[in-house]
């Protein structure tokens, strides 16, 4: 028997393999640069493995072509795509936040793909401002006197912080001071705009007379309240609510920044969300505002500050505001989202977050029946229709569960783990949590357009883990 260095004389030379591909009908269409990567990348692949001797010899020429065409096909695969959902989380961070509405995307189609009015006025033939129209949106919809909107929320709080307490002190609950996942610190942001966070209260309470007796420091700037995002505290524990401190704030003549996180353009209270609305903010007298444009707003990723007028002139002549600008697909999504929630009752149809929260149980249940009725019976696995606790998700009320219901699949041979991680691999990969063995497809997040899809993959899947293709009936009708 050979060992390996022997074995690796045979691998075929780079050039022999680009000469089969060159003359293969399947790889006509593919340039030569990409060619040479993929067979590059498929030979020094046979080189590995047959060094760990995982391989004992050189696969067949044919065999190695076709290992080149799988290869040049994966090159050709853009990683960053769709995915389904199945987690009943709404806003879900790593799976992207807010799914888009149909006329936002169209705008950003239409505008995108030609020029625009971006920054010109086509009607007097000069300069305009990109950010006018959904600035005028924005005002209307919150009720503020002036708005701004940036790249992010992220930006928005250090463009506030570097613009209006650079150099000064900032008061802030330390009970507010979270870290809001993916090891981003409120107040590393804080800070890094060259700020002086002074924390006021304790972990658990703050009362306004910790606020007060900071305000007599030196070189304050402004009071900042955070919301708190993800993180709640029960049982011995307050903050400040916005009332209390804005009285605080206009005693001793400083501005109240109030960072609300998600910020949503509905009253939500009826859903059992208790998350406070922007407009209902800026009338409880916070100067300024700022929220995301892609949580509970369900729009692109922006920041959005909303105020008073002098505070919002200040930030637009920061030279930070031009650093965090807002692009033009970005800009015609969220204008386009803005328009849709000027009537409240369309943006509940139309914007897919608050569809997704305003549906209701029955809705849900029902929805549930379709769905495990359209997935139709697989042998080995056992399919119903449970309640289950979704989540708003992206920061907002992490208390309030949101009721859900799920198609619950239980497998007969194994624990669903196999499976749910099959269902991640599949080309349309499909996110679902496990919860007593048995693997939940919330269908809050769902949307019946991905009913057919979501099957394909768990035929796929489910005959990856039992080791055979799966036969299913064709389904007959919802
Ligand atoms: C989500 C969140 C942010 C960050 O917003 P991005 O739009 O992701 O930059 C900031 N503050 C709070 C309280 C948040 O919940």
């Known amino acids: ?98 799914p888009l509405a149909w006329e936002a995307l169209e705008r950003v189609r239409l505008t995108a793909q030609s020029y625009s009015n971006l920054e010109y006025d086509h009607l007097t033939g000069r300069r305009a401002d990109r950010l006018k129209p959904v600035e005028e949106l924005l005002v209307e919809l919150t009720g503020s006197e002036s708005a701004l909107a940036v790249n992010n929320n992220a930006a928005a709080l250090f463009l506030l912080m570097a613009s209006l307490a650079k150099d000064r002190k900032v008061i802030v609950s330390r009970g507010e001071l979270v870290e809001i996942g993916g090891s981003f610190r409120l107040s590393d942001i804080i800070e890094a705009a060259g700020v002086t966070l002074v924390e006021v209260g304790s972990t658990n309470q703050t009362r306004i007379d910790d606020y007060r007796r900071a305000a007599t420091l030196d070189h304050v700037a402004l009071i900042l309240k955070v919301h708190a995002s993800n993180f709640r505290q029960i049982g011995y524990a307050s903050q400040v609510e916005i009332e209390e401190l804005s009285a605080l704030a206009r005693a001793v003549n400083l501005p109240l920044v109030v960072d609300l996180g998600s910020g949503s353009l509905v009253d939500l209270e009826p859903l059992g969300i208790n998350e406070t609305t922007v407009k209902k903010a800026l009338s409880a007298g916070a100067d300024v505002v700022s929220f995301s ?78 769905l495990k009725r359209f997935l139709g019976p697989f042998p080995g696995l056992k399919l119903s229709v449970v309640p289950v606790d979704g989540q708003a998700g992206g920061g907002a009320a992490p208390e309030s569960p949101l009721p859900s219901f799920a198609v619950a699949i239980e497998s007969l041979v194994n624990n669903v783990s196999l499976l749910e991680e099959k269902l991640r691999r599949q080309k349309t990969p499909v996110v679902a949590r496990i919860s007593h063995d048995q693997l939940l497809l919330d ?9 057919g899809p979501l099957k394909t993959s768990l035929t796929a899947a489910w005959g990856e883990v039992v080791g055979s293709p799966v036969k299913v009936s064709p389904f007959m009708g919802l």
Not at 443 to 451: G, K, L, M, N
């Open 1 to 98: 028997m050979s060992g390996p260095p022997e074995i690796l004389k045979r691998i075929p030379k780079v050039e022999k393999v680009i000469g089969w591909a060159l003359k293969d009908e399947d790889l006509q269409d593919q340039s030569h640069a990409r060619l040479l990567k993929a067979a590059r990348l498929v030979l020094s692949e046979l080189r590995a493995e047959i060094l760990e001797r995982r391989l004992l010899a050189v696969p067949a020429d044919q065999i190695v072509l076709e290992m080149v065409k799988k290869k040049t096909q994966d090159l050709n695969q853009a990683r960053f795509k769709p995915l389904i959902n199945a987690t009943g989380v709404v806003l879900h961070t790593n799976l992207g936040r807010a």
């Open 293 to 370: 444009g892609d949580k509970l707003l369900g729009g692109p990723q922006a920041g959005i500050i909303a105020g008073k007028r002098p505070i919002i002139s200040q930030l637009k002549s920061h030279p930070l505001t031009r650093v965090a600008r807002l692009d033009k697909m970005s800009l015609a999504a969220l204008e386009a989202t803005l328009l849709l929630a000027q009537d409240q009752d369309e943006g509940k149809k139309k914007i897919p977050v608050w569809r997704a929260l305003h549906l209701t149980i029955e809705e849900l249940k029902t929805a549930a029946i379709r």
């Open 443 to 451: 269908v809050r997040t769902i949307s019946p357009d991905e009913y």
